[in-house]
């Protein structure tokens, strides 16, 4: 996810002048001591020179009150903002529709949704993730960029330490994915859980069992029970981010609230959720594809 191609533009004007400031006050990395020679230094020098700004970023409120390029006010209110900045190694976990999260090796982690400018991260990086890299977060706008300055390892994870990221992944994301450095900012809470509507479900749930060997000890064996790959093919999916809640095993009941199949989704010896939609007949006509398309198979 980028941020509008006008606001990119508006960024890598003031970005580079900033920069060229800091150089020029203090003496400059080797051959960049102003916003132009910034821009045609190679991609190492001006990591460095952006490292030079953010050493020094008490300096971002002199350039403000210099404005040597004579800037608008709300140009300058952008940059008095990147003394808010985030440096630091991270994990890039996810790429999603809304920001690419980027997670802290920090204890407890932290995990931000951060916006590309003109070229979207993961074009940047050209790696699969789990990634790790180098990066300069940056507030604009009420949301979070990447400079485009990121430093890769080309790191391969293991199985073991996949899995312990995505667990770092998942408890960030519960305390909710970080999208703005602003003060009063704060995550959406968590939507709450309607009570079903359906009495008999209401009735079922207080008296359903916590671990599988309970439940099935309680209703008997289920008229099916699906493990491995195919569990898959009944779990809840957000596009682009993986399986809701996943689980390894789901039991399916037909004989224990009326009207409704049961759906028991087994994590590890433990009931993770349950799911019981109406049970339906559908017709001829009903299970006719829309038009223009086939069924998938």
């Not at 990395?29 to 460095?48: C, K, L, Y």
């Not at 008229?223 to 809640?245: K, N």
């Amino acid at each position: 996810m980028l941020i509008p191609p006008a606001e990119a533009a508006r960024f890598h004007t003031l970005y580079p002048s900033v920069i060229g400031f800091v150089c020029a006050t203090i003496g400059g990395v080797d051959d960049v001591v102003d916003a132009e020679t910034f821009r045609e230094a190679p991609i190492p020098r001006q990591v460095q020179a952006r490292d030079l700004l953010l050493e020094h970023s008490g300096l971002v409120s002199a350039y403000v009150d210099a404005n040597p390029d004579a800037f608008r006010e709300q140009d300058l209110g952008l940059v008095l903002d990147w003394q808010r900045f985030l440096r630091g190694r991270f994990i890039i976990e996810r790429d999603l529709r809304a920001h690419t999260v980027f997670v802290t090796e920090s204890d407890p982690p932290r995990a931000f949704g951060v916006l590309g400018l003109h070229t979207e991260i993961l074009d940047l990086i050209q790696q699969p993730l789990p990634a790790m890299v180098d990066a300069v977060l940056l507030p604009w706008k009420g949301r979070i960029i990447c400079d485009g300055l990121l430093s890769r390892f080309n790191v391969r994870f293991g199985a073991g330490i996949r899995r312990r990221l995505k667990e770092s992944y998942r408890g960030a994301k519960a305390s909710g994915i970080i999208t703005s450095f602003d003060p009063d900012w704060r995550p959406s809470p968590p939507t709450g859980a309607k009570k079903p509507k359906t009495l008999a479900i209401r009735r079922f749930l207080k008296r359903c069992p916590q671990t599988l060997d309970d439940f099935t000890r309680q209703f008997g064996p289920p008229q099916a029970d699906v493990e491995g790959d195919d569990v898959g093919d009944y779990g809840l999916w957000q596009l682009a981010d993986g399986s809701v809640s996943p689980c390894d095993r789901v039991l399916v009941y037909a004989n224990i609230i009326a009207g409704h199949d049961l759906y028991v989704f087994v994590r590890g010896r433990r009931i993770a959720q349950v799911a019981a939609p109406p049970r339906r007949q559908w017709t001829r006509a009903q299970l006719r594809p829309p038009e223009g398309w086939r069924l998938l198979r």
